[in-house]
């Protein structure tokens, strides 16, 4: 277990819709990170947030938005799906100062599946 | 932009035999290497990872090798068992700048008892 929990575990939705998917990182930890994971992109690093900031931007599309609140869990807002949203989203938490060079730790992962 | 290959994409070894793993990244800003085990129906999880002012690095069973010049790194893992079994990522991005980080597309690893 490694101290980042996710949920929810699995979410079903259609089309059009929207979702939030929600992070609570390792105790202390002040940065978290959100990826997707697919069949087809494999790994992709979404964004990262560090003590409420976004402090990096990956391959995040712009109906997607995540947010890091004072409490530090974090929020990853998907809209408007589509099929091709299907995915693995995991966050993933790091201490220290944000480097990109500190371990993070995964959370168990969000199975998003759009119908 | 980066491209990360990885091979192979399926390895089948014998427990106590050795696995190698290689990476190849386009990019020649990038400077930091990290490698990820990820387990079934879990998350990845760093196993080790290196940057470009080393050549080598050993934790263990398991050991990073970089060749900056020729732009590859390659994960080592000696005496295998079967908790080795999982899909195993590499990755490469600058030290300084994360938003440019790309992953392999993953090596399925079998350790057969």
């Known amino acids: ?115 | 932009g980066e491209n990360v290959e990885q091979h192979p994409s399926t390895l089948s070894v014998q427990e106590g035999d050795s696995a190698v793993i290689k990476c190849t990244y386009s990019d020649s800003a990038s400077n930091y290497f990290p490698w990820y085990k990820q387990e079934l129906g879990k998350g990845p999880q760093l196993i080790i990872d290196i940057r470009s002012n080393v050549g080598e690095k050993k934790d263990q069973r398991i050991a990073v090798t970089l060749n900056k010049t020729a732009k590859h790194f390659s994960l080592h893992i000696t005496e295998t068992q079967p908790e080795d079994s999982a899909v195993y990522f590499c990755a490469a991005s600058p030290l300084t700048s994360y938003d440019k980080v790309i992953f392999g597309p993953g090596t399925s690893l079998s350790v057969i008892p």
């Open chain 1, 1 to 115: 277990d490694s101290g980042v929990t996710q949920t929810p575990k699995h979410l079903i939705t259609a089309t059009g819709q929207r979702v939030t998917l929600r992070c609570s990182p390792r105790s202390g930890d002040l940065s978290v990170y959100w990826y997707q994971q697919s069949l087809d992109q494999g790994l992709q690093f979404l964004i990262q947030y560090y003590n409420g900031e976004e402090r990096a931007k990956g391959n995040i599309l712009e109906r997607f938005s995540a947010q890091q609140f004072p409490d530090l869990h974090s929020e990853l807002n998907l809209s408007s799906l589509e099929l091709g949203d299907s995915a693995l989203y995991f966050c993933a938490s790091s201490a220290r100062s944000g480097r990109n060079t500190d371990t993070q730790y995964f959370g168990p992962g969000t199975r998003l599946t759009v119908l």
